[in-house]
């Protein structure tokens, strides 16, 4: 059974951080390119960035030179480190491993004063 949980979620003001967290389970998880994706009340879910095998990364417009992903294979976890926060930015963020098209259930993010 392939599961992917994630965590790390919360409310921050505006400006702030977080640093969300997916653990892998029942995956080779360092053979799959990892993805973050988030979905805000109203909206389509829309890609947030990618890692690949190698370590390599790319990001959506809106997120780069903000938010930073990574992943530590030996612990089967990826990261997304979220800074400068935007209002914008709230939303239920999900974890998704191309091996097997796997979601986690998703962790919410507010950005609110």
């Known amino acids: 059974q392939v599961q992917l949980v994630e965590s790390g979620g919360g409310l921050v003001h505006p400006g702030g951080s977080l640093r969300l967290s997916c653990a892998g389970s029942g995956i080779i998880f360092s053979s799959s390119v990892m993805d973050w994706y988030r979905q805000a009340p109203g909206k389509q879910r829309e890609w947030v960035a990618l890692?690949?095998?190698?370590?390599?990364?790319d990001y959506a417009d809106s997120v780069r030179g903000r938010f930073t992903i990574s992943r530590d294979n030996a612990n089967n976890t990826v990261y997304l480190q979220m800074n400068s926060l935007r209002p914008e930015d709230t939303a239920v963020y999900y974890c998704h491993a191309r091996i097997g098209q796997t979601w986690g259930q998703g962790t919410q993010v507010t950005v609110s004063s």
């Open positions: 890692i690949t095998i190698s370590g390599l990364t």
